[in-house]
């Protein structure tokens, strides 16, 4: 009962802010609207038990892919209200395409059938008293430590590169060398001068 | 600690992760030595290649790892062999070539180390996903090292291109994959070949199959998938390139093998068809588009995409016959190859610049006698004409290509072959008859080397062809 309102709580609101992120007319307001559509589908994750999913959804969506959108919106000065002018006229069009590839799908998912064995593949149920954080790192561990270790050593490799074709050591940056001022003393860093009354320095 | 190496039987993969370790702690040591660190990283990288050479031919063969998806044969071994002196070779010709060019950072042979263990993976691979993941391994580090000379407009062009056509020749390898796993409920080699043993492949299957083959042919620069390959061999840097022509489509070429033999053998018919086309047509582009060329570089790209159309006949006449072919013809471009691009190395004028024109050729025969002659003699292997060790390796993929009743294709590639011997005697004449050009300044030593140890393996092949023979027999036999 309570977990069907929450659902269509999230849902709700996941779908509302989806359709704010197409229509604000600020796109720092789309952004945001973005960010909480993620964190209703995390919500709807958590209904669903895969806990995992939902942290991660927060975790890389909502932390860094949104921000860094809301980054580029920020920084890049582009002109939303220009690339949306002639939306209407489009908007027939769009909207029968959109209306024939619905339609398309709802017969050719209206007509689908799954054979049990499938389904039952596809439940695939976590071992009980163990989170689905505990199970996905106990096989990513073990059984899947090469593919796990690979997959870290192309990640090396694409920093490697992107440090590699972009970094360009600049002459005459100052740099802060603690070292250096760790080792200033009052008699190197400080000049002491008498100054007599009525003459300058 | 052992009982995880011995569970996990990590021991199988331990040339792979000794090249990974060193080339972490290569990059350490790089970071931390800062200027001077180009000369001791390099060196030591070579080390390591060699080192690791030694341990792949100690291992013993036949062992899998990681539930499967790692497979330590008898062909991996020859193979990784192959893949680990082409590096090797590569890293040692770019010594004084990227001292000169200004291009002397340490990352350059971190990034071949990490390159090279991609390919060890590729060659080892026995499950899809591990297919993925060291072609990625290796293609983003190639992506990076063909961008090397990142001031250079070419260079980061030949990079580009080389980045968007790999992603998405990925992306078609991976569709294709997940449609294998999806019509037969495994990703591992031994299990799609059980799953498929019984029964009609289905269309979706055959789809995969496709989007695969598409995938690997990318790779392996086959015609219709070849496009990229002039535009980044003629933009990156020589040694760059040279490292392109040998290690990556020997790991390439390796890999489509298996994934072809292993995971379909009931389905050969079906892949048989398409190799056969990208072969034809990757020998016939191979030999006529070259024609025109007037840089070196473009024209040995063409000379490439050919070379695989004629390892590809072997691949497509199959069984063990082929797959020695396939070996024997990887391994003789490989040496080859190499010694051909020392020679476009060794391409300089008085003022140190590299030169890329085939007219620059004109004439050598007068001004440097043995570059001359070497040169000439890998053109005439390439070319196929026998006693040289071209004409072995084509004379193996077509005889299999006849064996198994491929009489068509056989006959194609012996037409394109004498195409293609148009414009490598077009060089040879160029060397010897045309009016001399400027001399070039003497090569590098290690350049020298190259060519010297290439030309004797050339003309000597067909002294001592037995070990080389018995090697890819070996190999063949442990795929079937």
């Not at chain 2, 269309?203 to 496709?210: A, N, S, T, Y």
């Amino acid at each position: 009962m309570i977990a069907g309102l929450f659902f269509y709580l999230f849902a709700a609101v996941a779908v509302a802010s989806a359709v704010m992120v197409i229509t604000a007319r600020n796109p720092v307001h789309s952004v945001l609207f973005l960010i909480l559509t993620f964190f209703n589908a995390a919500g709807i994750f958590i209904l669903l038990g895969a806990e995992f999913l939902a942290m991660i959804l927060v975790v890389v969506y909502v932390g860094a892919v949104a921000v860094l959108f809301l980054f580029v919106v920020m920084m890049l000065d582009v002109d939303f209200v220009e690339l949306r002018q002639g939306m209407l006229n489009y908007l027939p069009v769009g909207a029968t395409v959109g209306f024939i590839v619905l339609f398309e799908l709802v017969l050719v998912i209206g007509t689908w059938t799954l054979s049990p064995e499938a389904l039952q593949a596809a439940a695939a149920p976590v071992a009980t008293g163990l989170t689905n954080t505990e199970a996905l790192g106990q096989i990513l561990y073990t059984k899947y430590i090469f593919f796990f270790q690979i997959a870290g050593l192309i990640l090396l490799v694409a920093m490697i590169g992107a440090i590699v074709l972009t970094l360009r050591h600049k002459q005459g940056v100052k740099r802060q060398n603690i070292a250096d001022q760790n080792a200033r003393s009052p008699a190197t860093a400080i000049e002491i001068i008498k100054v007599k009354p009525g003459q300058g320095i | 600690m052992t009982e995880f190496l011995t569970s996990t039987g990590a021991v199988a993969a331990f040339p792979e992760i000794t090249l990974a370790l060193s080339a972490l702690a290569l990059l350490m040591a790089g970071v931390f030595l800062k200027r001077t660190a180009y000369d001791l990283v390099n060196g030591l990288a070579i080390l390591a290649l060699a080192g690791v050479a030694v341990m792949v031919f100690l291992a013993d063969t036949r062992a899998t790892a990681f539930n499967g998806a790692f497979l330590a044969d008898e062909f991996a071994r020859v193979m990784k062999l192959l893949a680990l002196l082409g590096a090797a070779v590569a890293l040692i010709l770019s010594t004084s070539y990227m001292k000169a060019h200004k291009l002397n950072h340490f990352e350059y042979p971190v990034l071949v180390l990490l390159a090279t263990t991609g390919m060890m993976l590729m060659i080892s691979a026995n499950d899809l996903v591990s297919v993925y993941l060291g072609l990625e391994l290796q293609s983003l580090a190639l992506y990076v090292i063909a961008a090397f000379d990142r001031d250079n407009a070419k260079s980061s062009e030949a990079g580009l291109k080389y980045f968007v056509l790999g992603a998405l020749s990925s992306g078609m390898l991976l569709y294709g994959a997940s449609m294998i796993y999806g019509f037969t409920g495994t990703t591992s080699f031994p299990g799609i070949a059980a799953a498929l043993a019984n029964g009609e492949a289905s269309l979706g299957l055959i789809f995969g199959l496709v989007f695969l083959i598409a995938g690997f042919a990318f790779k392996v620069s086959a015609v219709p998938f070849h496009m990229w390959t002039p535009d980044v061999y003629e933009g990156a840097p020589t040694p760059v390139t040279a490292f392109f022509a040998a290690a990556p489509k020997i790991a390439a070429m390796a890999l489509f093998t298996r994934a072809m033999v292993a995971p379909f053998p009931s389905m050969t018919a079906e892949w048989q068809q398409i190799i056969v086309f990208i072969s034809i047509a990757s020998m016939a582009l191979g030999s006529f588009a070259a024609i025109g060329q007037t840089n070196i570089k473009r024209l040995l790209a063409y000379s490439s995409i050919g070379n695989v159309g004629f390892a590809l006949v072997g691949l497509a006449a199959g069984g063990e016959e082929g797959v020695k072919g396939v070996v024997l013809y990887m391994a003789i471009y490989l040496l080859t190859t190499l010694g051909s691009f020392a020679c476009v190395l060794a391409m300089r004028n008085a003022s140190g610049q590299q030169l890329e024109d085939v007219k620059d050729l004109a004439g050598l025969a007068r001004s440097n006698k043995l570059l001359a002659f070497v040169f000439a003699m890998l053109m005439f292997s390439l070319a196929g004409i026998p006693p040289l060790a071209g004409f072995f390796a084509k004379y193996f993929v077509f005889m299999a290509a006849v064996k198994s009743g491929l009489w068509a294709l056989a006959v194609i590639g012996v037409v394109t072959s004498v195409v293609g011997a148009f414009y490598y005697l077009r060089i040879v004449k160029v060397i010897y008859f045309d009016e001399p050009a400027a001399p070039f300044i003497p090569a590098a030593p290690e350049v020298k080397w190259v060519i010297a140890l290439s030309g004797v393996f050339t003309l000597g092949f067909v002294l001592f062809p037995g070990p080389l023979l018995a090697l890819a027999q070996a190999a063949a036999r442990s795929l079937f």
